[in-house]
């Protein structure tokens, strides 16, 4: 398998780019990341902009998946979530600025941004659950912007039709900034897929960051993210779900590495 990317358009922000694992990573800390999203649209687009944080799972995942592989390829905004992956992408040259999670640029829109009238938001989450606490956020924080939120489906993305009306959705609310709070890569898939479709928007791509800001799951001690290790934190929370997929993830990100490391000749074959 190979990873041979060719490179995606100019970079809305004028900040460049690092490349690493044949990923490109915009050169922008949080503050920025969110800043770009929340900007005002300056005029109406022909599709969605597709914002994706890319951890070890999405290096493993890509070998066998090209869908996902196209949307990392095509997204407007990239930056690099996973710890390993940062660390490799700094072993490799890049100049990012480090790690930008989606949790941090989910929680940086919605706690410290004023959202207001001019944006329009769509959350497609996991959970009524999930819902109600988006309903609650809208309340105490007394979000101006206009607000819809709806539960996937089990399953989302299989039955065509189905994803197609909940696309001709997030249009019809005239939606500014879509939060996709699936794990991956059902929310690249589906942003990449249904871009024009869904309209002029950011298709954020951001998996179970909103359940993190809004504190439906735990985040992990200060201790635990200074150590890098969010990782192990969340495989205590859910160990059933995450154990194998972290597993998996470790496998292939490190086959991912070895492949790399040989292409540029730094170890033998």
Known sequence: MTYAFVNRRAAPHGRGRGLALAMQFDCTDVVETAELIARPP??????ARLYITPNIQHVAAVRHDPELRDAILDADLVTCDGFPLAAYAKF???AL???VTGREVAEHLMLNMPLGAEHGLYFLVDSMETAEAIHKWQRDRGIAARVVVEVAPPRFGEDEAATAAFADRVRAADTTILFLG???PKSERFANRYR???GDCWALCIGQSIRVVLGIVPMPPAIWVRLHMEWAWR???EPRRLTS?????AIGFSAAVIHDLR???RIGT
Not at 245 to 249: E, H, S, T
């Open 263 to 265: 292409s540029q000749g």
């Open 97 to 99: 600025p480090g790690r």
């Open 182 to 184: 699936l794990g991956a």
């Open 42 to 47: 300056a005029g109406r687009r022909r599709r």
């Open 196 to 198: 024009t479709q869904i």
């Open 92 to 94: 490799s040259g890049c």
């Open 245 to 249: 997929r972290y597993v998996q993830g």
């Open 235 to 237: 495989i205590l929370q």
